[in-house]
C-alpha cells in the first residue's frame, strides 16, 4: 500500500478514537491514528505540569470502562490497573462530616449517626438504584435504533427494545421512567431526610450538565453512578494507575501493538470528500492521507461543523448539530501540596484521604451555585470533588508531597465577558477558600496550581463548549438523540465517515463505548 | 495454656486488624486481613509495599561439615552447587518420589543452611542425617519473620537498610543491620512481585515493624493478611501444601498424593546430580514415563461465565478473595481432574484457578470447562489451560 494510504483513518487520539483504532487494527485493517497535540488522551490525559507532580489534568476517575474493551485490547498486559477509591466524605459545616465507606456496616454506622431512618432507607435506596442500573445498563453497549426507520436494521433494533422492555416488569419500566424525567433533588426527597446526604448524592446526578440538582432529567445522570456498581468483582470503577493517562496511554500501547500507526502534532484540517463519499484526510500542514474510512474521535461539533463543509451535509442534520447544547459548566482545579490537607472534620492522616472528598453540604447548597452560573458567574461556593491520587498511586507525587485534582461546578463556558486570566484566578481562588474553610492548612501546603476553566478545555483538550461530556447528557441528547435524529448509529449522512466519541451514544466517561461502537459499525458495512 | 501461639507482631497487628479474622497458621494466629475489604492490601502487593508476617513458617538451622550433603540428599535440588547467599526453593519427596513439604534453603555460609518448611520437620531431618556430622536445631520461635512485597518494597528497605538492596539478585540473600538490628535479608516472597523477607531476632521484632512502617510512610506501606496475598499467590502460579497438595504424611489413600513433577515442579528435580537423593528412583521413573497429572493455571472465559449467570438474569458472582474448594474441571462432559484453588485476579481482570488435570489434558491451550454453581446449580464454564505464573511484572527479577 502506498504511503499515506489506509483503510481507515482516526481523528483525535483521546481514549475513544484509540479504543476505535484499535478494534479496527484488530480485524485486520490498516490505521493512523491523528492527534492534534503532541500526546495522546485527549481529556484521559496526565501530564507533569509541576516537576514531579502529575496531574490527571482533567477526567479523574475511571467508572464504566467497558470490560469487553478491557479484556478485548488486554489492557492489564498494556498496564491498567485501576486502583480502589473507598470511600466518599462530606465534612459539615459544623465541623462534622458524612461518609460512605467500602463497607456496608460501617456506612450504615455512619448514616445512622446522622439519621436512624437514612439508614435503612440508604440500604433500599441502594437496592432499587442497583437495580434499575442493571435493567438500563443493557442500552449502554446497544446500537441506537432509529424509531422513524424502515430499515430491517432499525426495525430489528427495535424490536430488541421493545422485547428489552417487555421483559421488565411494570414497576421497573415506571420507576425508569421516572428516573429519566425527574430531578434528582425530588427523587432523593422521596429517600432521605438529612440534607447532607441529599447534597451529596444530587451532586452525581449535576456533573457535566448545565443543570441544577432541582432540574429535571438528573435524576437519570446519577443513575449512571450505580452502573459499576453491578459488575461485582470485575468492577472497573476507580483511580487509574497513572490517572486517566494511565488508560490512555494503555490503550494505545495496545493499538501499537495491533499496528495501529499513531501521529501526534497532526492537526486536521479538513475531511477529504470524493464523489460524496469520504476519500481521506487534510492535515493542517497540507499533507493528505488516503482512506476510504474516517472515523472522527472529536466532538460532534469539530466532526460536523468544521472537519467538513457543510454542502455535504443534510441542511437539517446541520441544524440539529449545530442545536447540539455543549455549555461546558465545570473548571479544574488542580494543586501540588508539600503536604497533606488537614481537615478539620477528621484530622490528621486518614482513610478519608484515600477516598473521593465531597463539598457538597446540602440540596441547597448546589443550586445556589447553579443559580450564579445560570447568570453567566462561576460559584462563589462551588461544589467540589476532590480526590488525592498521590495517597492511591504513590508515583503521582514524590515523596511526602502530593496532588489533589478538584473537579469544581459551576464555572460557565459563557462566563459574563468572557473568560480571561482574571477570572481564571478569581475562580481557583474561590477553590480554594472553600476547601479552606474545611482544610484550613491547604494554602500553606500549596506549591503550584492549575486552574482549568472551561475555556481551557476547549483550549487544550479540543472539546467545543468544553463540556466534558462532548454535549451535556439531557435527555433530548440521548440514545437515539445523540448527536442527531437518524444518525445514533454511529454513520453519518457523509458515506464513509464515522463518529464515535463522547458526543456519540451512550455518552462520556472513560468508558470507550463509543469508539468501540463505532468501530462494530465501520466493520458490519464491510468497511 | 489454651491459647495458639502468638507471633512477636501480635502487640501491634492486633490492634491493625479491623475484622480480627484470624487465622491459623502452624500453631500460631496470624491476621487474616486488616481492612475490612482486601483491596487495599492487595494492591498494596501490586502496586507499593506490603507487610506480612510470616513468623510460622517452621524454621530450622542446619550446621556442620555435612550440612549440605543432607539437604542434597533429602531434597532433589544439587545442594552441593548451591553458593553461599543462595536460596533454592523447593520440595521434598519420600522414597516414593511423593511430596512431603515444600519451602526454601537459604545457604548462609559453607556449612550452615537454614531451611523452611510448613510442616515440622525436625523427626524428617534426623533420619535423614544418620550417620552424618551435622547440628539441625528449629528456631521457629526464635526467628521472627517479615515479608515485604510489592514494587516500592525495595526503595522503602533502602531507607533503613545498612547497606543498598540494589544489587541482591532474585533468590539471593544478605546479612545486613536494618534500624540498627542484625538481619537477613533474602529477595524471596510469596507474590510474585517484587518482594524481600526479612528474618529477625524474636525479641526485635517490634522495632523493626515499626522501622519498616515509619520507612514506609510515604511509599504506601500497608500492613497485609493472609487472605490477600492468598489471591496475589495464585496470581503468581504458587501452590499451597494442604490446599493445592496433599502432604503425603497426611494422605489417606495414593490418589491424594502428588510428585514435584505433577506440581510443576519438575526444575527443581536435578537427576542430573550425583548420589542419591530421597524419592530418586521413582522421580527417573515418572520423568522417563512421564507424569499422569499435572498442576496448570485455567483462565475462566469471561463472556462464557456471563452467559451462565444470564440464564437466571445476574451478572457473574465471582468473590473477591481467592477459594480454596474443589472444583470439578471437564473436558467432553468426563471430568479430567480439579481446581484446587481459584480466585478473581483484580490485577488481570482475569478469573483464573491453579487446577490438577490428566494427561493428555493439562498442555496450555487446551479448552475444558470448570465448574461454577449458578444459583444453587452446579453448571460448568469455559477455561483455557495457560502456562503459570498469570501475572509476572518485569520488574519481579529485576
Redesign the interface.
Known amino acids: 500500500m502506498a504511503a499515506n494510504q489506509y483503510d481507515a483513518i482516526v481523528i483525535g487520539a483521546g481514549h475513544n478514537g484509540l479504543v476505535a483504532a484499535s478494534y479496527l487494527a484488530r480485524a485486520g485493517k490498516k490505521v493512523v491514528i491523528l492527534e492534534r497535540r503532541e500526546i495522546v488522551g485527549g481529556a484521559a490525559m496526565t501530564e507533569e505540569i509541576f516537576p514531579g507532580y502529575r496531574f490527571t489534568e482533567f477526567s479523574y476517575v475511571v467508572s464504566l470502562l467497558r ?1 469487553e474493551i ?2 478485548d485490547l488486554e489492557l ?1 498486559k498494556h498496564g491498567l ?4 477509591l ?1 470511600s466518599t466524605v462530606t465534612p459539615l459545616d459544623n465541623g462534622d462530616y458524612l461518609g460512605s465507606w ?2 456496608h ?2 456506612t450504615r454506622q455512619e448514616v445512622y449517626r446522622h439519621s436512624p431512618k437514612d439508614a435503612e432507607a440508604y440500604d433500599e435506596y441502594s437496592r432499587v438504584m442497583a437495580r434499575a442500573a ?1 435493567a438500563i445498563k443493557p442500552i449502554i453497549s446497544m446500537v441506537p435504533p432509529d424509531p422513524s426507520s424502515l430499515s430491517p436494521r432499525d426495525l430489528l433494533g427495535l424490536l430488541k427494545l421493545g422485547q428489552y422492555a417487555r421483559s421488565l416488569s411494570e414497576k421497573e419500566l415506571y420507576r425508569i421512567a421516572k428516573l429519566v424525567t425527574q430531578s434528582s433533588a425530588d427523587l432523593l426527597d422521596e429517600w432521605f431526610e438529612f440534607d447532607p446526604l441529599k447534597g451529596t448524592k444530587s451532586a452525581s446526578g449535576i456533573i457535566g450538565t448545565f443543570l441544577g440538582p432541582r432540574s429535571p432529567g438528573t435524576a437519570y445522570v446519577l443513575l449512571h453512578h450505580y452502573m459499576g456498581e ?5 468492577r ?1 470503577w476507580g483511580f487509574a ?1 497513572n490517572g486517566t493517562g494511565g488508560v490512555s496511554a494503555a490503550i494505545a500501547s495496545s493499538a501499537r501493538a495491533l499496528g495501529v500507526e499513531i501521529r501526534t502534532n497532526a492537526p486536521v484540517d479538513k475531511v477529504i470528500v470524493k464523489g460524496g463519499v469520504a476519500a481521506g484526510v487534510a492535515l493542517q500542514n497540507g499533507d493528505e492521507l488516503r482512506a476510504k474510512i474516517v472515523l472522527s474521535a472529536a466532538d460532534p461539533k469539530r466532526t460536523f461543523l468544521q472537519f467538513v463543509d457543510g454542502k455535504h451535509l443534510p441542511d437539517d442534520f446541520v441544524q440539529s448539530i449545530k442545536g447540539f447544547r455543549v455549555r461546558g459548566s465545570s473548571g479544574k482545579v488542580n494543586i501540588a501540596l508539600n503536604a497533606l490537607p488537614d481537615f478539620t472534620c477528621l484530622p490528621g492522616e486518614g482513610p478519608l484521604h ?1 477516598g473521593a472528598i465531597s463539598i457538597s453540604p446540602s440540596v441547597d447548597y448546589i443550586e445556589r451555585a447553579y443559580d450564579e452560573a445560570k447568570y453567566g458567574q462561576f460559584s462563589k461556593n462551588p461544589y467540589i470533588d476532590m480526590i488525592i491520587p498521590s495517597m492511591i ?2 508515583d503521582m507525587a514524590p ?2 508531597h502530593h496532588v489533589m485534582s478538584c473537579f469544581v461546578q459551576y464555572a460557565p463556558y459563557d462566563i459574563e465577558g468572557g473568560w480571561d486570566d482574571a477570572k481564571r484566578d478569581a475562580f481557583g481562588e474561590t477553590v480554594i477558600s472553600t476547601i479552606e474553610k474545611y482544610a484550613p492548612n491547604i494554602r500553606q501546603c500549596i506549591v503550584g496550581k492549575q486552574v482549568i476553566t472551561p475555556k481551557d478545555i476547549e483550549r487544550i483538550a479540543g472539546i467545543t463548549g468544553g463540556n466534558i461530556f462532548h454535549g451535556e447528557l439531557l435527555l433530548h441528547q440521548l440514545f437515539f438523540f445523540r448527536p442527531a435524529p437518524q444518525w445514533a448509529d454511529f454513520r453519518t449522512p457523509l458515506p464513509g465517515y464515522y463518529f464515535g466519541a463522547a458526543g456519540a451514544h451512550p455518552g462520556g466517561g472513560v468508558m470507550g463505548a463509543p469508539g468501540k461502537l463505532a468501530a462494530d459499525a465501520i466493520l458490519k458495512d464491510g468497511g | 495454656m489454651f491459647d495458639l501461639k502468638r507471633t512477636p507482631f501480635h502487640e501491634r497487628t492486633s490492634k491493625l486488624s479491623l475484622p480480627q479474622n484470624w487465622r491459623r497458621w502452624a500453631g500460631y494466629i496470624v491476621a487474616g486481613s486488616y481492612d ?2 482486601l ?2 492490601e492487595y ?1 498494596a502487593i ?3 509495599a506490603a507487610l506480612i508476617d510470616i513468623t510460622p513458617l517452621m524454621k530450622y538451622i542446619i550446621e556442620g561439615p555435612d550440612a549440605a550433603k543432607l539437604l542434597h540428599r533429602m531434597t532433589p535440588r544439587d545442594v552441593l552447587k548451591m553458593a553461599v547467599g543462595q536460596v533454592f526453593y523447593t520440595g521434598w519427596c519420600d522414597d516414593d518420589g511423593k511430596m512431603l513439604d515444600d519451602g526454601t534453603i537459604s545457604r548462609l555460609s559453607d556449612t550452615k543452611f537454614r531451611l523452611t518448611s510448613a510442616e515440622p520437620s525436625l523427626r524428617w531431618l534426623a533420619m535423614n542425617a544418620v550417620g552424618m556430622d551435622v547440628t539441625i536445631s528449629e528456631v521457629t520461635d526464635q526467628v521472627a519473620a517479615l515479608s515485604l512485597q510489592g514494587p ?1 518494597s525495595r526503595t522503602i528497605l533502602n531507607k533503613v537498610c545498612a547497606k543498598s538492596l540494589d544489587k541482591l539478585k532474585f533468590f539471593r540473600l544478605t546479612e545486613t543491620k536494618l534500624a540498627g538490628v542484625p538481619v537477613t535479608i533474602s529477595r524471596t516472597g510469596y507474590t510474585g512481585d517484587l518482594g524481600y523477607e526479612i528474618w529477625m531476632p524474636a525479641d526485635k521484632a517490634l522495632t523493626l515493624w515499626d522501622a519498616l512502617i515509619e520507612a514506609g510512610r ?3 506501606i500497608v500492613p497485609c493478611g493472609i487472605l490477600a496475598m492468598d489471591m496475589a499467590r495464585v496470581e503468581a502460579g504458587l501452590f499451597m501444601i494442604d490446599v493445592d497438595y496433599t502432604a503425603t504424611s497426611h494422605a489417606w489413600i495414593a490418589g491424594q498424593k502428588s510428585t514435584p513433577f505433577e506440581m510443576g515442579l519438575g526444575w527443581t528435580v536435578a537427576l542430573d546430580k550425583p548420589g542419591y537423593f530421597v524419592g530418586r528412583r521413582a522421580l527417573e521413573r515418572e520423568y522417563k514415563e512421564g507424569s499422569a497429572w499435572r498442576l496448570v493455571g485455567l483462565e475462566i472465559e ?1 463472556e462464557g461465565l456471563e452467559k451462565l449467570y444470564a440464564s437466571v438474569g445476574l ?6 478473595m481467592a477459594i480454596r474448594a474443589s472444583l470439578p474441571v471437564m473436558h467432553n462432559g468426563k471430568q479430567i481432574g480439579y481446581a484446587s484453588t481459584s480466585t ?1 485476579s ?6 483464573i484457578a491453579l487446577a490438577h488435570l490428566q494427561r493428555p489434558h493439562f498442555e496450555p491451550g487446551t479448552r475444558v470447562a470448570m465448574e461454577v454453581t449458578v444459583e444453587h446449580h452446579r453448571l460448568h464454564a469455559p477455561a483455557t489451560v495457560v502456562k503459570t505464573p498469570f501475572y509476572e511484572p518485569e520488574w519481579k527479577r529485576k
Open positions: 470490560p478491557i479484556r492489564p490497573k485501576i486502583l480502589p473507598p467500602d463497607d456496616d460501617l442493571k453491578i459488575d461485582g468483582a470485575f472497573a494507575k484515600r498511586d504513590r515523596p511526602g | 475490612l475489604v483491596d487495599r494492591w501490586r502496586d507499593a516500592k510515604d511509599y504506601g469471561w451478572p457473574p458472582q465471582i468473590p473477591g478473581w483484580p490485577v488481570l481482570k482475569k478469573y
